[in-house]
C-alpha cells in the first residue's frame, strides 16, 4: 500500500500533484501517517458524521507533517537566518502551532465518539436525541470559566478572608479602572485573585462570597450574642449581690444563703425568693431556717 496508490489516495491530495516528486523521507511520513488515519475515518468510517471528522484529521495531520519537513529543512538549512528569514520562520512555526490545536480537537472529538459507541446500553435509535445533543457539546467549544475554576481551586481561603475590590491600572500617566477582583492573600502574604469581567461574572462572585463566608459570619453573630449576654448577666449578678447584702444575705449558686444570721430583718422570710431563678417559698414563722 502506498499513497501513490489511487485507491486509497486521500481525496485533498489532487490528481496534479506528483507524489513520486515528493522528498523520501516525506513520502514516507505521509504513508505511515496519515493514509492509516485516512483509511480508518474515512474509506472505513461507521458514520457520516465519523468520516467528515476523520478528513478534517487526516489532512490536518497532512498539513501538520509537510510543515514539520518545511520548519525543520529551513531551521537546520541557515543556522543564522537574516531578520526576514526570521520572522518567515517564526510565522510557520505560529501557523503550525495552530495547526496542532485544530487537529487536537479533532482527535478528542473522535475519540468521545468512540467512547459513546463503546457503552453496552448505545442504541443509535433510541437514543439518537441524546445522542446529537452529546456530539453537539463535544463539537462547541465551551469557554472556560475562570471565576469557576478560582472558587472550587480557593474556596478554603475564600471562606477565611475572600473579598472583592477595586483595581486601578496606570499606565502612559493615565489611570485606568476600576477593575472588579475576586481577591485573598495566602499563608505566604502572596495576593491570589481573579478578574470579573462584566456585571454578570460580579453578581456570581458576590453570591458565591456570601454563601461561603455565611457559616463564619453567623458563628461570629452568635459569638456576638454570647458576650453580650455574659456581660448582661454577670451586672445583674453584681446588681443582685448589692441588694442581698443590704438585708444580710448573700447568693451562693442558685440559692440564697445566711437566713440563720438575720435576727432582727426588717423584711419576713416570706418576702424574699429562696432560689436565684425567682420560685418563691413560705419561710417558716418560726423564723427557723432550712439553709445554712
Same mark, same amino acid.
Given at each position: 500500500?502506498?499513497?501513490?496508490?489511487?485507491?486509497?489516495?486521500?481525496?485533498?491530495?489532487? =490528481?496534479g500533484l506528483d507524489l513520486d516528486a515528493l522528498p523520501p523521507e516525506?513520502?514516507?511520513?505521509?504513508?505511515?501517517?496519515?493514509?492509516?488515519?485516512?483509511?480508518?475515518?474515512?474509506?472505513?468510517?461507521?458514520?457520516?458524521?465519523?468520516?467528515?471528522?476523520?478528513?478534517? *484529521? /487526516?489532512?490536518?495531520?497532512?498539513?501538520?507533517?509537510?510543515?514539520?519537513?518545511?520548519?525543520?529543512?529551513?531551521?537546520?538549512?541557515?543556522?543564522?537566518?537574516?531578520?526576514?528569514?526570521?520572522?518567515?520562520?517564526?510565522?510557520?512555526? %505560529?501557523?503550525?502551532?495552530? *495547526?496542532?490545536?485544530?487537529?487536537?480537537?479533532?482527535?478528542?472529538?473522535?475519540?468521545?465518539?468512540?467512547?459513546?459507541?463503546?457503552?453496552?446500553?448505545?442504541?443509535?435509535?433510541?437514543?439518537?436525541?441524546?445522542?446529537?445533543?452529546?456530539?453537539?457539546?463535544?463539537?462547541?467549544?465551551?469557554?472556560?470559566?475562570?471565576?469557576?475554576?478560582?472558587?472550587?481551586?480557593?474556596?478554603?481561603? *475564600?471562606?477565611?478572608?475572600?473579598?472583592?475590590?477595586?483595581?486601578?491600572?496606570?499606565?502612559?500617566?493615565? &489611570?485606568?479602572?476600576?477593575?472588579?477582583?475576586?481577591?485573598? &492573600?495566602?499563608?505566604?502574604?502572596?495576593?491570589? /485573585?481573579?478578574?470579573? /469581567?462584566?456585571?454578570?461574572?460580579?453578581?456570581?462572585? +458576590?453570591?458565591?462570597?456570601?454563601?461561603?463566608?455565611?457559616?463564619?459570619?453567623?458563628?461570629?453573630?452568635?459569638?456576638?450574642?454570647?458576650?453580650?449576654?455574659? +456581660?448582661?448577666?454577670? =451586672?445583674?449578678?453584681? +446588681?443582685?449581690?448589692?441588694?442581698?447584702?443590704?438585708?444580710?444575705?448573700?447568693?451562693?449558686?442558685?440559692?440564697?444563703?445566711?437566713?440563720?444570721?438575720?435576727?432582727?430583718?426588717?423584711?419576713?422570710?416570706? %418576702?424574699?425568693?429562696?432560689?436565684?431563678?425567682?420560685? /418563691?417559698?413560705?419561710?417558716?414563722?418560726?423564723?427557723e431556717s432550712e439553709f445554712c
Open positions: 500500500m502506498g499513497i501513490a496508490d489511487n485507491s486509497i489516495r486521500p481525496f485533498f491530495l489532487s =490528481a516525506l513520502q514516507a511520513a505521509l504513508e505511515q501517517i496519515v493514509l492509516p488515519l485516512y483509511a480508518r475515518y474515512v474509506l472505513s468510517g461507521l458514520s457520516p458524521l465519523e468520516t467528515a471528522m476523520g478528513a478534517s *484529521l /487526516a489532512f490536518l495531520m497532512a498539513q501538520e507533517v509537510v510543515s514539520q519537513f518545511a520548519i525543520s529543512h529551513e531551521s537546520f538549512g541557515c543556522l543564522t537566518p537574516t531578520p526576514v528569514q526570521a520572522a518567515s520562520r517564526q510565522q510557520e512555526i %505560529d501557523r503550525y502551532l495552530r *495547526l496542532l490545536g485544530a487537529k487536537g480537537r479533532c482527535a478528542t472529538f473522535l475519540q468521545r465518539l468512540a467512547e459513546f459507541r463503546s457503552r453496552k446500553d448505545f442504541d443509535p435509535i433510541r437514543d439518537s436525541e441524546l445522542f446529537n445533543k452529546y456530539l453537539y457539546n463535544m463539537s462547541v467549544a465551551q469557554p472556560v470559566d475562570n471565576l469557576a475554576r478560582f472558587l472550587a481551586a480557593h474556596a478554603g481561603h *475564600l471562606r477565611q478572608q475572600g473579598s472583592i475590590v477595586d483595581k486601578f491600572r496606570s499606565r502612559n500617566g493615565r &489611570r485606568f479602572g476600576p477593575y472588579q477582583m475576586l481577591t485573598y &492573600r495566602d499563608a505566604q502574604g502572596r495576593q491570589r /485573585a481573579v478578574y470579573l /469581567a462584566g456585571e454578570e461574572e460580579l453578581a456570581r462572585a +458576590r453570591t458565591a462570597l456570601a454563601a461561603l463566608q455565611a457559616p463564619r459570619r453567623q458563628a461570629q453573630v452568635l459569638a456576638r450574642a454570647r458576650q453580650a449576654l455574659r +456581660r448582661g448577666h454577670r =451586672a445583674v449578678q453584681a +446588681r443582685l449581690a448589692q441588694e442581698l447584702q443590704r438585708v444580710g444575705l448573700r447568693l451562693q449558686g442558685t440559692e440564697f444563703r445566711g437566713w440563720s444570721r438575720l435576727k432582727h430583718s426588717i423584711l419576713m422570710p416570706a %418576702d424574699i425568693p429562696n432560689t436565684a431563678s425567682g420560685t /418563691a417559698g413560705l419561710r417558716p414563722n418560726s423564723g
